[in-house]
């Protein structure tokens, strides 16, 4: 298996590349140019490095010396991302990633904005539907909620 780290402030081109190009693969053809905008800001270099010093938690795995997987805890208490490389997925790299940050959770539970295509799998880490789909900034989203333990 990979080894999964704390991200730093080096990680953060490879972190952003990851993120969109899972992004691209499976979430943006579904969305309105609005919402691959909003999600390209968002997964940009500079905001993660904002978010990294700030009170999220990052992790990243990293295979043969290169970042194909990263995590990002918000406030203890959100999963504000979870992507895996696509030439990567299917080899439980995003469920590893997942474990490894729950020790960090702070609250009796956890939430996630999970994309429409990722729900089948945060049901599978243990998450359940929370109200119904909603859209920010032309993200579509399900809301989900699991126990942190």
């Known amino acids: 298996m990979p080894r999964i780290r704390p991200?730093?402030?080096?990680d953060l081109p490879a972190i952003s590349a990851?993120?969109?190009?899972?992004?691209?693969?499976?979430?943006?053809?579904?969305?309105?140019a609005a919402g691959i905008a909003?999600?390209?800001?968002?997964?940009?270099?500079?905001?993660?490095?904002?978010?990294?010093?700030?009170?999220?938690?990052?992790?990243?795995?990293?295979?043969?010396g290169r970042v194909v997987g990263v995590i990002e805890l918000k406030e203890g208490r959100h999963l504000a991302m979870l992507f895996v490389d696509p030439a990567c997925q299917g080899q439980g790299i995003g469920h590893a990633l997942f474990e490894a940050v729950l020790p960090q959770v702070r609250e009796p539970v956890v939430t996630v904005?999970?994309?429409?295509?990722?729900v089948p799998?945060?049901?599978?880490y243990g998450f359940a539907l929370d109200g119904e789909v909603g859209e920010?900034?032309?993200?579509?989203?399900?809301?989900?909620?699991?126990?942190a333990t």
């Open 18 to 32: 990851v993120c969109l190009a899972a992004f691209t693969a499976a979430v943006a053809p579904s969305l309105s």
């Open 38 to 64: 909003t999600f390209g800001s968002v997964a940009a270099a500079e905001a993660f490095g904002a978010r990294l010093q700030g009170d999220n938690y990052i992790l990243v795995t990293e295979q043969d």
């Open 113 to 118: 904005r999970a994309s429409l295509n990722a």
């Open 121 to 124: 799998t945060y049901l599978r």
């Open 7 to 10: 991200a730093h402030v080096d």
């Open 136 to 147: 920010f900034n032309g993200l579509v989203y399900q809301q989900m909620v699991r126990a």
